[in-house]
């Protein structure tokens, strides 16, 4: 397929994906780096879009770099880029992002992201805005999550999913005393190598305490790390709680 007749597809795409609302919902249409490019270069008001879904498009850093450096995206407030592979390269330029700033929610599930590119976008200042962040199944390991638990650009976060992202209690334990993450409602750690010490770490939080829903299924926190969880007086708020 020629440029052109790529961006003809795209122009298309957009006048039928695009909603009243704001929304540019391309999610599972699989139009890849050359797609991502096209759309970058269509005439088409990026700047009026203030949710994009761009999941399951075949994505790598090369189409996601400049899309994370482009100036056009002045209203985006709310990005779902899961199960791609922009990895660290891309998780970097997405910290770097001019949009960064505006956003509210941040879907970045599946896509390879290791500690380098988790570290990036934990070392950020641009999210100061953000309520939602997705990192589930991205290797960013305790480093990554300590500089969160550490930043006061993550002091709006109201859910923060951790699912299979490599951390272990030396993770938490830094969590636990996070006074940025004060907001926090919704919080998910399953699938990681917690054991019993990481659930005393959270049952002893004396900052998370507006926690609604904690998720920690398939994990090694036994039931003594339960039970301290569910008798602690941090957690006085919860009303879900998952655990194996």
């Known amino acids: 397929m020629s440029i052109q007749a790529k961006i003809d597809y795209i122009n298309r795409l957009f006048d039928e994906c695009f909603s ?14 050359d797609g991502l490019q096209a759309l970058l270069e269509s005439e088409k008001k990026l700047e009026d879009v203030e949710d994009l879904d761009l999941t399951r498009n075949n994505l790598t850093h090369r189409g996601f770099i400049p899309l994370a450096q482009s100036a056009r995206f002045t209203s985006l407030k709310r990005l779902y880029i899961g199960d791609n592979n922009i990895g660290d390269k891309g998780a970097t330029a997405l910290a770097e992002a001019p949009f960064a700033a505006n956003l509210a929610q941040l879907d970045v599930r599946f896509n390879n992201i290791g500690a380098p590119g988790g570290l990036a976008l934990a070392k950020s ?11 589930q199944e991205n290797s960013i390991g305790d480093a990554a999550v300590a500089e969160i638990a550490k930043s006061p650009a993550f002091a709006n976060l109201r859910k923060l999913n951790l699912y299979r992202t490599n951390i272990t209690d030396a993770g938490i334990k830094i969590l636990a005393k996070s006074k940025s993450l004060r907001k926090v409602k919704h919080l998910n750690l399953a699938r990681n190598v917690l054991r019993l010490d990481a659930a005393l770490y959270l049952a002893g939080t004396k900052t998370l305490t507006h926690i609604e829903t904690l998720m920690m ?5 036994t039931a003594a790390g339960a039970k301290a969880i569910v008798e602690s ?3 006085a708020n919860l009303k879900t709680l998952r655990m194996t």
Do not use: V
Not at 217 to 221: E, H, M, P, R, V
């Open 20 to 33: 009243a609302d704001g929304a540019l919902e391309l999610n599972g249409k699989f139009i890849g780096d």
């Open 125 to 135: 200042p641009r999210f100061a805005k953000l309520q939602a962040l997705i990192l």
């Open 217 to 221: 299924y398939d994990t090694f926190i």
């Open 233 to 235: 007086p941090s957690f």
